[in-house]
């Protein structure tokens, strides 16, 4: 039997400061690699940020800001393959296109229309779930169901702080635990649940310490270091493939943006620590490491972007020309047997609507 150990509370990091902490680096990532890395992160900041002006402009609706997030993500999927899947939170939203799926796709799934739902066949990537913690579950009975169908294959659940208070976090993880499920447990500590904060989400000195209780190791890395990030993920992923069973990850980070497009978070967030995250955000660290090693020059690096950009331009435009969705779709797929009454709610939902 593995023996678990107590978490180790320092936080893994390889990027550093270009002063007096050192950088590292991850064994066996070559140069294309690094760059890779760095398209993923830039396509997830730009989408991001297009997303909020796109709110504000009416065109998608109520908006989860992932920014200085996308290190966890983007560093978490690249140490994936292709057949892994992935189990995302309203924070992940835009995982998928990372696996290739098109912005368009995320777009409309903002914009509430059908054309924001794909198959997770298609991409590895399972439905998104708002209902904290229950795509825990979900990703746990996935990997164990591919180990007894003897398929190599891993599962990697996001989550985030406030998700290890709920039942179903609690649920999954013992589950992976007990079953030997080839499941990865990131959490994406933002040290905030809405204007919940992590002193109240729990008594533990850190997340990672929950894991030895569920018989699964538990890292602790910087969230905002997309290296350790990959190279944590990679040793999680690794002990899934070796049969070992589960891992927790906490990547620890610090909410640097409002909740989500509804939320004024000036109510209770602390602003130097937002200002002092927003200084040292993931995308910019990576990309000073990039020219400190001599990976990436600034003609690169704004080609990238400009890319990014071009991508996020057609997404929306191409989300827009999609028919307006029937109404009904509302009304579908919730009862076997409808009640009469949906027949008039519908009725009065095409009068609103004009339709
Ligand atoms: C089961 C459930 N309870 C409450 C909510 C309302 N809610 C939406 S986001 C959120 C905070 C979750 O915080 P955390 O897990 O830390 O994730 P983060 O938003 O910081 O990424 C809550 C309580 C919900 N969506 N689902
Ligand atoms: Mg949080």
Known sequence: MTQ??????GLRRIIGDGESLPDGQVDGLTPDDLVALYRDLVLLRTYDERSVVYHRQGRI????IFWNHEAMQAGAVFALEERDWIFPAYRESAIGLLRGMPASTVLSWWRGHPAGWWNPEDYGVASICVPIATQVPHAVGFAWGSKLKGEDRAALAFFGD???SEGAFHEGATFAG???APVILFC???QWAISTPLSSQTAAPTLADKAIGYGMPGLRVDGTDVLAVYEATREAVARARAADGPT???????RAAPHATADDPSMYIDPERVEEARENECVGRYERYL????VLTDSDASEIRQEALELMRAGIAEAEAE???????VFEHAYADPPPSLADDLAELRRILGG
Request: net charge neutral; glycine share 8%; charged share 15%.
């Open 178 to 180: 007990v079953m030997k």
């Open 188 to 190: 994406n500590n933002n």
């Open 4 to 9: 678990v150990l107590p978490a180790d509370r």
């Open 323 to 329: 028919p307006p969705a029937d109404p009904a779709l």
């Open 291 to 294: 020219q400190r090693i001599g």
């Open 61 to 64: 609706g109520t908006y989860a």
């Open 248 to 254: 927790f990850i906490e990547a620890v980070t610090y």
């Open 162 to 164: 406030g998700a290890t």
